[in-house]
């Protein structure tokens, strides 16, 4: 089983509020990113990195920042919430190099609300 | 057309029989194809990975891969209520740059 972990579980905020989501992993995965997923609805990729100072935008665009200053940690953050913002916020990593890319394990979540 | 393709579903099987879960890709350069279990309200959990034509088995679940055709399956065979969950097929971009594009899901219902 992975051993990757997601503060909190659940927000539920107002309205202009900065957030951070924290993500972090045991497992010494360089590679790691962040999902975004309403209720029913498909995966989409909002930020990924693939080491230590290495971020990039994902296909769905987002007003989220991201940042990798360490292995094992890979926070989100929400300069102004907005009720848009609302959804299921899914962090994973994986190990390995192109071309094989290998598995990608996510951890439990963050359920965002906002009013 | 969508990059990763899966029928939706609902898709119901009786318990004990074999559950066929089907994808079809789009982009013909890629290399890793996964299929993860997703319950309702939890995150994805990986079932199988498979990278070479043809089929890998691991226990009751199947996973078949025919890249000149571009699809990947999943068979769960004797299905038990607990394999009810939406199951995502995800494929490796062709760019190397290690990003997976998932399909939308099929959901499985399994019926006691």
């Known amino acids: 089983e992975a051993d990757i972990y997601q503060t909190p579980r659940y927000l539920v905020i107002g309205t202009g509020k900065k957030i951070t989501l924290e993500c972090s992993q045991t497992m010494g995965h360089d590679k790691m990113y962040w999902y975004q997923q309403d209720p029913g609805m498909e995966l989409h990729l909002i930020h990924y990195?693939?080491?230590?100072?290495?971020?990039e935008k994902g296909d769905l665009s987002s007003e989220s920042t991201v940042s990798r200053i360490r292995t094992e940690h890979f926070p989100l953050t929400l300069e102004s919430a907005r009720p848009s913002h609302t959804s299921q916020y899914l962090c994973?990593?994986?190990?390995?190099?192109?071309?094989?890319?290998?598995?990608?394990?996510f951890g439990p979540g963050t359920r965002l609300t906002v009013l | 057309q969508k990059e990763v393709e899966q029928n939706s579903g609902p898709l119901s099987v009786p318990e004990g029989a074999i559950a066929s879960l089907n994808c079809t890709y789009s982009d013909r350069g890629s290399q890793s194809f996964f299929w993860y279990r997703q319950y309702s309200g939890k995150s994805p959990e990986l079932i199988m990975f498979i990278y070479s034509n043809g089929d890998k088995e691991d226990g009751r679940f199947t996973a078949q891969l025919n890249k000149a055709s571009q699809y990947v399956s999943l068979l769960i065979r004797d299905s038990q209520p607990s394999d009810s969950a939406t199951y995502l097929c995800a494929v490796s971009s062709n760019f190397g740059n290690e990003k997976l594009t998932f399909g939308t899901g099929t959901r499985l219902t399994i019926i006691p």
């Open positions: 990195s693939y080491g230590v100072n290495s971020t």
């Open positions: 994973a990593s994986s190990e390995g190099s192109a071309p094989i890319v290998r598995s990608q394990y």
